[in-house]
């Protein structure tokens, strides 16, 4: 235990003790968004970034630990472990790391050393390694039935000493970063059949690259390809450093007799190349694809973030329109509070082209429920309707209305989810999303969390990462936000109830049934009444529930309830109520936050109550704002270089952002185009929902491509040099569509290097074989 927290303190750079408080809490089933609003004082001010991390990484090394102990022990069984490799054990601070140093000792009784020892050929194995002994006199007179010549006895020898060998870990380690330095990653078509099939990886079709130096999308975009079974992917590098150093290791070129040094090079050949080097490779693009998988989690849970925390329109009557040519445009009008008050579909395109009659509708719709906004799908036809809308609007000026369009990403997962079943019985799949759409705008946290986070469509080659990992930071993420917002108890879906600290799917669940039940909580103390949710549930949830209109003031702010003994006593010092202190900040301030200390309540906790009683149930979030398209550009061919328009950022990538400019198509600003100054880091610049003002540097109508600037005309590249824009190439282009996208593009043209064609070899997948095959394809010859 104190090992571990020793290195949690070290990795987040806080005190031991800071980080033994906040695993106490964790350990009795303390939530991170409660600990970090609610425990400040025991924790001494861990903020939710770095109790989140802890709260990872805790989890990761007590697996780590755990497993540590067991590598330990087995070694110890083994009479294996000495203080060299115990060093090595403790110091290796991943799994895989600790892994690849077991493998050597894993025990295995089917492999062809061990067969061989039990065979008896241990001893002469040990002969030809300490004694000047040539290796035929070393298995004269041996003889056993599973190897009947010389040559597969000493053929078995070598398996016997190369094992040995691998478990000179110091050995192997050097050899890995001697490899390391000079690996290359190339990547080949499997076969001509796949160059059709295929073409959207046809940029990585014979491609290298310094493996140090292939950024994550570009590694995920060709382990893809692999996936598919149309790229064929190999770790190249240099023998000679390696061999030589095996050979430096034990000193083979001051063995005799010559042919017992013959035997051993051969050994060593055959113990990098058909061991070592094998394991290396693996290893290495193991390490890599890891630390893309990482990257790209941290990527979807930044845009993630983001598009919760995205400005909410609020309580305003909503159309929302999920716009289709053929099947209809959906409409549905939800009330201030996301209620379904009218739905229908209308026909502006073909085949019925009725505009006319849509255009009627639209207006009696929105007269007759008094909508003040309009929510447009972003998918197929959305620029076509948004124009229906836009002449609706021009006939109809005594209606005061604002359009918006949204990005309806997952809306089709939503309405055919058995969640959007029970909300919306009544209402056809089709209707659903239109609704959904609607109630987005409204609030797109509410609305965004009933929906898995992988369909949101802001990740970075989302579908080819580790999806266990994937949902627990995607689910880390919902959770910071809905209980950074906090929830309307009396409002809120059971899908928004289950993240807020504390509760679960079941309990929110029982929370919404009750409700309809006995009618709206008065406070929050009338939680307690819900089944199932006990003492423990409620201290975790209840700062995070809000209560509007009730009969406690309190209930409607982020002050727990634990600490309204604290403002009683703060209200009594001024002379005043709670009503009354709530929201003046006149009187706020004059109080003094440490005349209040005491052993319950510490300075911490008085600051943030009385934050809380100046803007009591303060939203995070950002003001509403709306983008503004150009009216007269609808389509990518409209488009010319120069242009200036404006855009809503919808995913940032490690190597730019993507912007919704009403062409159905999202522009890239590639990194280089962000700023004037060298950007590290596109998120530092941009966000997802952030409205932005760019210039169209470069269109390809043909494949709907287009590269946008943040940069002004004329203005000098940054300083830095940087990757110029590029039409992503057609693997990246795969997850974009522009009807309801499931993920986005990500990734970079990939530069060839040397003009070599890559050999189709996937290194996890090689293996040692017989050992007179192995040197033949290696083209290596010796005697035995």
Same mark, same amino acid.
């Given at each position: ?252 070129? @001051? ?47 930044? &845009? ?41 579909? !209308? ?303 919808? &995913? ?44 169209? !540097? ?65 290194? @996890? ?20």
């Amino acid at each position: 235990m104190t090992d571990l927290v020793q290195q949690l303190a070290s990795e987040l750079a806080v005190r031991p003790n800071q980080v033994e408080a906040a695993i106490r809490l964790i350990d009795e089933g303390a939530s991170v968004p409660f600990i970090a609003r609610y425990r400040k004082e025991v924790t001494q001010g861990l903020d939710d970034t770095q109790l989140r991390q802890l709260d990872t990484r805790l989890s990761y090394l007590r697996d780590l630990y755990e497993r540590r102990e067991k590598v330990i022990q087995s070694l110890q069984e083994q009479n294996k472990l000495n203080d060299d490799l115990l060093a090595r054990v403790n110091a290796a601070d991943t799994k895989n790391a600790l892994e690849e140093i077991y493998a050597p000792y894993r025990p295995k009784r089917t492999s062809k050393s061990f067969k061989a020892r039990e065979a008896g050929l241990g001893d002469a194995a040990e002969k030809i390694l300490t004694e000047q002994i040539e290796p035929t006199a070393a298995v004269a007179g041996f003889e056993h039935a599973d190897y009947p010549d010389v040559d597969s006895q000493l053929d078995a020898i070598q398996h016997i000493i190369i094992d040995d060998w691998a478990q000179n870990i110091a050995l192997t380690t050097e050899l890995k970063a001697l490899f390391a330095k000079t690996a290359i990653l190339k990547s080949a078509v499997a076969s001509d059949e796949k160059k059709e099939v295929g073409k959207k990886f046809r940029d990585y079709f014979e491609f290298s690259e310094n493996l140090n130096k292939v950024p994550s999308h570009r590694l995920l975009a060709m382990l893809r390809g692999r996936q598919e079974n149309v790229l064929g992917l190999k770790v190249d590098g240099q023998d000679d450093a390696a061999l030589a150093r095996i050979e430096t290791e034990y000193n083979l070129d @001051q063995i005799q007799p010559q042919t017992r040094q013959d035997f051993l090079k051969q050994t060593a050949k055959l113990f990098w190349l058909g061991k070592i080097r094998p394991q290396i490779e693996h290893s290495l693009l193991t390490e890599k694809r890891l630390a893309a998988e990482a990257e790209a989690m941290n990527v979807f849970a930044e &845009n993630l973030r983001h598009l919760l925390l995205s400005a909410p329109a609020g309580a305003r009557c909503t159309l929302g329109v999920d716009p289709g040519i053929r099947t209809g445009v959906k409409l549905a009008v939800v009330n201030q509070s996301g209620d379904v008050v009218a739905h229908s579909t !209308i026909y502006p395109f073909a085949p019925k082209e009725d505009k006319a009659g849509s255009i009627a509708e639209l207006a009696r719709l929105c007269r007759e429920h008094q909508v003040e906004l309009i929510a447009i799908g972003n998918g197929t036809a959305s620029r076509e309707t948004e124009a229906v809308v836009a002449e609706m609007m021009a006939q109809n000026t005594d209606l005061q209305l604002t359009r918006i369009t949204v990005s309806e990403a997952g809306a089709s997962v939503y309405s055919a989810s058995e969640l959007a079943s029970q909300e919306l019985p009544e209402l056809d799949v089709s209707i659903r999303g239109a609704v959904s759409i609607a109630r987005r705008l409204q609030d797109p946290l509410a609305e965004l969390v009933k929906i898995d986070p992988k369909s949101i469509g802001v990740g970075q080659y989302q579908h080819d990462v580790n999806q266990t990992g994937l949902a627990k930071t995607l689910d880390a993420v919902v959770e910071d936000c809905v209980n950074a917002v906090g929830v309307d108890v009396n409002t809120a879906s059971a899908a928004i109830l289950g993240y807020i600290a504390g509760l679960n799917k079941a309990i929110a669940q029982q929370i919404v049934e009750y409700r309809k039940e006995h009618g709206r909580f008065d406070t929050r103390h009338a939680l307690k009444k819900v089944p199932r949710l006990g003492e423990r549930t409620f201290e975790q949830a209840a700062g995070f529930l809000r209560i509007q209109d009730g009969s406690e003031p309190l209930d409607a702010s982020a002050v727990h309830p634990e600490s309204y003994g604290l403002v009683e006593k703060i209200v009594a010092a001024k002379a005043t109520t709670v009503k009354d202190i709530i929201g003046n900040t006149e009187i706020i301030r004059q109080v003094d936050a440490d005349q209040f200390v005491d052993e319950q309540f510490g300075l911490p906790t008085i600051k943030d109550v009385l934050a809380e009683l100046e803007k009591p149930g303060r939203d995070p979030r950002p003001e509403f704002r709306t983008a503004k398209f150009r009216e007269d550009i609808t389509e990518v061919a409209q488009l010319t270089e120069g242009m200036e328009l404006e855009g809503v950022v919808t &995913n940032v990538t490690n190597f730019g952002a993507f912007v919704d400019i009403g062409v159905h198509h999202d522009g890239l600003v590639h990194i280089s185009e962000l700023a004037n100054e060298f950007v590290s880091d596109p998120h530092k610049v941009v966000k997802p929902g952030q409205i932005v003002k760019v210039r169209v !540097i470069q269109v390809d109508a043909e494949r709907h491509r287009v590269n946008l600037s943040m940069r002004p005309e004329g203005s000098q590249a940054p300083a830095k040099a940087q990757r110029q824009p590029r039409r992503e190439n057609a693997a990246e282009q795969a997850d974009r569509k522009p009807k309801r996208p499931q993920s986005r593009p990500q990734g970079e043209r990939p530069q060839r290097q040397g003009g070599q064609k890559p050999q189709n070899h996937k290194p @996890q997948e090689q293996k040692i074989g017989g050992l007179g095959a192995l040197l033949l394809q290696a083209g290596i010859k010796g005697s035995k």
